[in-house]
C-alpha cells in the first residue's frame, strides 16, 4: 500500500509582526478585490474625521497648531513650508 504524498497545509498567519510581514500579506491580496487601504476605524460606517476634531469647533484644529507654533516657535524655525510644519508637529 502506498502512502499518500505529503501535502504542506498553509499555514495562518497569527499576526503581523513587520512591516515587511505586513506589506507581503497585503499584496497577496488580489487588487480585483478593491482599494487596499486602512482606514483607521473599526467600523466602515464611522465618518472619517481626526480625533482632534471629533466634537471640537470647525477651527479647532488651526487653533491647536496656531497654540503649538506660540508655544515652540524655535521647533519649527528651520521649516520652509507650512507642510513642513504639519510633518514636523507629527513627530514624537
Known sequence: ??????????KEPTGIESVTQFLTEIY?????????C???EADARWRL???????????AENNIFSELMAEAPNEF??????FGRLVRAQMP
Open 1 to 10: 500500500m502506498q502512502s499518500k504524498p505529503s501535502v504542506a497545509k498553509k
Open 38 to 40: 486602512f482606514r483607521g
Open 49 to 59: 474625521m481626526p480625533s482632534v476634531m471629533r466634537n471640537l469647533r470647525v477651527d
Open 28 to 36: 497577496r491580496l488580489d487588487p480585483s478585490a478593491g482599494v487596499r
Open 77 to 82: 524655525a528651520d521649516d520652509r513650508s507650512m
